[in-house]
């Protein structure tokens, strides 16, 4: 299909003897929203990493469209607290980018007064926007996002998701984000993906318009940002997919305190 950016087809991929992923059939279209939920070590990374071309899958084939621009959110960035780097030097690294292109990024971004600033001493919510600035650098035809809310309190995540449904329709480009939030989703997504070594169901994500603890909880200034995943199965397991479920979505959930049944 001409509108596909990646598509995964059986994608495996070992890590040692371990296998990370297994049989993943997976194709990401344009200006489509897609966000991967699973537990601890079911291969959200490994995806993604494998989707930037940073891991060549062991099995499988990978087709992208040619010329693609990904924008890459990592989860986690270190910066030496002892060096003085303002936001505006930190996106022209590695690459240099002019004055108007970088303010671009950072208002796209939300991030639009923070230029002169010094990288560490950002907010959580902050130096995510600047991360997000970089990766909208090149105009990328999909945005990838690792965790990216990870750390951040529940509003502040709330805001960066706003954020991320912002640059989609400002971009049009394709997200694909993984979310260590079960319950915490963007509305806008098309598909929330449940992975634990491969894909074990997908489903819609449903506004939750009728939950007043998530309400009382993020007030109305998300924006309809937060939704709710709304697990449904739609396939039949096999036997390689021997966890509990709701156990598992259980063990996510079990950070937060709201009282929402998944
Ligand atoms: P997630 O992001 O969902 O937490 P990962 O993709 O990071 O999961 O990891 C998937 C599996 O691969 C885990 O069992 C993890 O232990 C293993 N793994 C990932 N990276 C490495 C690595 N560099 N060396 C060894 N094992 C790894
Ligand atoms: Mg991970």
Same mark, same amino acid.
């Given at each position: 299909?001409? &509108?596909?950016?990646? /598509?995964l087809?059986?994608v495996c991929v070992h890590i040692?003897?371990k296998v990370a992923l297994h049989?993943v059939?997976?194709?990401?279209?344009?200006?489509?929203?897609?966000?991967?939920?699973?537990?601890?070590?079911?291969g959200?990374?490994t995806l993604?990493r494998t =989707?930037?071309?940073?891991i060549k899958p062991t099995g499988g084939?990978?087709?992208?469209?040619?010329?693609? %621009?990904?924008?890459?959110? *990592?989860?986690?960035?270190?910066? &030496?607290?002892?060096? *003085?780097?303002?936001?505006?030097?930190?996106?022209?690294?590695?690459?240099?980018?002019? #004055?108007?292109?970088?303010?671009?990024?950072?208002? #796209?971004?939300?991030?639009?007064?923070?230029?002169? %600033?010094?990288?560490?001493?950002?907010?959580?919510?902050?130096?995510?926007?600047?991360?997000?600035?970089?990766?909208?650098?090149?105009? *990328?035809?999909? =945005?990838?996002?690792?965790?990216?809310?990870?750390?951040?309190?529940?509003?502040?995540?709330?805001?960066?998701?706003?954020?991320?449904?912002?640059? %989609?329709?400002?971009?049009?480009?394709?997200?694909?984000?993984?979310?260590?939030?079960?319950?915490?989703?963007?509305?806008? /997504?098309?598909?929330?993906?449940? =992975?634990?070594g491969?894909?074990?169901?997908?489903?819609?994500?449903?506004?939750?318009? /009728?939950? *007043?603890?998530?309400?009382?909880?993020?007030?109305?200034?998300?924006?309809?940002?937060?939704?709710?995943?709304?697990?449904?199965?739609?396939?039949?397991? &096999?036997?390689?997919?021997?966890? &509990?479920?709701?156990?598992?979505?259980?063990?996510?959930?079990?950070?937060?305190?709201?009282?929402?049944?998944?």
């Amino acid at each position: 299909m001409s &509108d596909t950016l990646i /598509s995964l087809k059986n994608v495996c991929v070992h890590i040692g003897a371990k296998v990370a992923l297994h049989d993943v059939n997976l194709a990401i279209k344009s200006g489509e929203i897609v966000t991967v939920v699973g537990p601890n070590g079911s291969g959200k990374s490994t995806l993604l990493r494998t =989707l930037v071309s940073a891991i060549k899958p062991t099995g499988g084939q990978i087709t992208r469209m040619p010329n693609l %621009r990904i924008g890459y959110v *990592p989860q986690k960035l270190h910066i &030496d607290p002892t060096l *003085p780097l303002t936001v505006r030097r930190f996106l022209s690294l590695p690459r240099r980018v002019n #004055d108007a292109v970088a303010e671009k990024a950072l208002n #796209d971004a939300g991030a639009g007064d923070l230029g002169k %600033r010094q990288m560490t001493g950002l907010s959580g919510g902050q130096f995510q926007r600047v991360l997000l600035a970089r990766a909208l650098l090149n105009d *990328p035809h999909i =945005l990838i996002l690792d965790e990216a809310t990870q750390g951040l309190d529940q509003p502040g995540s709330a805001d960066f998701y706003a954020q991320i449904a912002q640059v %989609r329709q400002n971009f049009g480009c394709a997200v694909l984000m993984v979310s260590h939030e079960l319950h915490v989703v963007m509305a806008a /997504s098309d598909r929330v993906i449940c =992975l634990n070594g491969h894909i074990c169901c997908e489903g819609a994500p449903e506004i939750v318009a /009728s939950a *007043p603890e998530y309400r009382a909880l993020f007030g109305s200034g998300t924006q309809g940002a937060l939704a709710l995943y709304r697990h449904e199965h739609s396939h039949t397991h &096999d036997e390689t997919c021997a966890h &509990d479920h709701a156990q598992s979505h259980h063990n996510e959930n079990s950070h937060d305190n709201s009282e929402a049944t998944l």
